[in-house]
């Protein structure tokens, strides 16, 4: 087994910005060829409807079945996993469920209108998106957290329907994932995965129902569809590999901050885990903590290729240095492994989820501590925000003109509409004053 290398990169380096760049463009992470597979397997729905998710579901999932509704499992089969699964995965279920409905409640946003004196009226509507798709990664790996993350906030805004996608390889379901959309609230799942269930959920197939959002992390093959079906429906985001930065001086343990950087290099190969920190010491530290603990790893193969591949050390000079790289970086996930966090907390501007102080593993936050995991990667924290109930709400303006606002306002709306050359803006407009 190779020794652990990962790059080592100092601020007070000539070639630094160079270094760091080249670091975050993430090399090796985009297959050619990808969208044009996804492109074609969207063509290939929406010509087919049914007929072509069977096919593929059948190529890539090797599920073989009659029709797609022998695909769907509705809330009876839901509800019956929910209630049989092992009692203390239901309880972990339950806190977790309840923890992050407690804090999305929160972020639910209401209607409100103020009026004039002369009686006109305006005023912004909220209502729920009508239908939302959720697509939940499957195969190797269950995620029951993902569902919880995406479901619930739909169900907080009031979404009348939730349809769920989750691929099953072989044919295999996970009860702890349909135990958690029952949970969630999901009305009925699809055993269907990759691009084509993405097509699926953007135009409808005839027996897999058309929704207006898709939502929800997946392959490369997933990313790339939801992109090209934007518009069609709307999307969360394009999610890219999982990330975690993690500022450390000495008074973290080295071995919790190296298990924080494993715990994110474990999601994949392509993962990016980097240390910040001020200090040499904590470098070395964490260093040859991770050199120990990879080992004790049961996807020790996946993080150390993630490391080597994408992870980093960086040696900054000062807190106000840490925080500018940390903004450049705009990690999805920061944390603040520091003794006193608030001063550098007060600068950070772009960060997904920020984690602050020694006790608040990034592990927790995927989990169970409440805010979302469905948060903005590969830098665009910088213009994203995460996963929330306001995510599945739209807000509709709302005008109740008076007729003396109306005469009022017509001559300004008409005087600019000239200028722009819109003739009849400018006489509907004056049609109101009396």
């Known amino acids: 087994m190779s020794e652990l290398e ?13 270094d760091l760049d080249r670091l975050l463009a993430r090399q090796g992470e985009e297959i050619i060829g990808i969208d044009e597979v996804a492109a074609g397997i969207i063509s290939d729905v929406r010509q087919r409807g049914d007929e072509a998710v069977l096919d593929l579901t ?8 009659n029709s797609v509704s022998d695909l769907r499992l509705d809330r009876p089969r839901l509800d019956a996993c929910l209630c049989g699964i092992d009692p203390e995965l239901r309880r972990a279920l339950d806190i977790a469920a309840s923890r992050i409905e407690d804090y999305h409640r929160r972020q639910l946003q209401e209607s409100w209108e103020y009026q004039e004196q002369d009686g006109t009226r305006l005023g912004q509507r909220i209502t729920p998106i009508d239908r939302v798709g959720i697509y939940v990664p499957g195969g190797t790996a269950a995620y029951p957290s993902s569902v919880l993350m995406n ?5 907080i805004a009031g979404v009348p329907e939730i349809v769920m996608t989750v691929p099953t390889p072989g044919n295999e379901t996970n009860d702890l994932v349909l135990a958690a959309a029952s949970l969630a609230g999901v009305d009925q799942v699809f055993r269907v995965g990759g691009a084509q269930a993405i097509a699926a959920l953007a135009y409808g197939t005839g027996t897999i129902p058309r929704v207006d959002k898709i939502v929800g992390p997946g ?8 992109r090209l079906v934007f518009g069609q ?7 890219g590999p999982s990330e975690v930065l993690v500022f450390a001086d000495e008074s973290v343990d080295p071995e919790w901050a190296a298990m924080d950087l494993l715990a994110q290099a474990e ?10 920190s001020t200090s040499d010491q904590v470098l070395a530290g964490v260093g040859s903590a991770l050199r ?3 080992p004790t790893l049961e996807r020790e193969d996946i993080a150390r290729a993630a490391l080597i591949g994408q992870g980093a050390l960086i040696r900054v000079r000062d807190q106000d ?3 500018s790289v940390i903004n450049r970086i705009a990690p999805e996930h920061l944390e603040l492994l520091i003794a006193e966090p608030d001063g550098i907390l007060r600068s950070i501007r772009h960060a997904g989820a920020i984690f602050v102080g020694r006790y608040s593993a990034e592990a927790l936050g995927d989990y169970c501590v409440g805010p979302n995991h469905v948060l903005p990667t590969s830098g665009t924290a910088r213009f994203s925000s995460p996963l929330g109930v306001y995510d599945f709400q739209k807000r509709s303006s709302v005008i109740r003109c008076s007729a003396s606002k109306a005469g009022e306002l017509a001559v300004t709306a008409a005087s600019l509409a000239r200028a722009e050359s819109l003739t009849a803006h400018a006489r509907s407009a004056e049609y109101r004053i009396p």
Do not use: C, W
């Not at 990962?6 to 160079?18: K, M, N, Q, V």
């Not at 392959?219 to 939801?226: Q, W």
């Open 267 to 276: 999601h994949d190969e392509f993962a990016q885990s980097i240390l910040v």
């Open 6 to 18: 990962i790059r080592t990169l100092y601020s007070t380096h000539p070639e630094f910005d160079r």
């Open 58 to 65: 059948r190529k890539f999932d090797g599920v073989d079945v």
């Open 321 to 323: 240095e840490a925080s």
């Open 233 to 239: 429906v709307g999307i969360d985001m394009i999610a």
């Open 292 to 294: 120990m603990l990879l």
């Open 151 to 155: 479901a619930i906030p739909a169900r």
């Open 219 to 226: 392959n490369a093959y997933v990313a790339a569809a939801k």
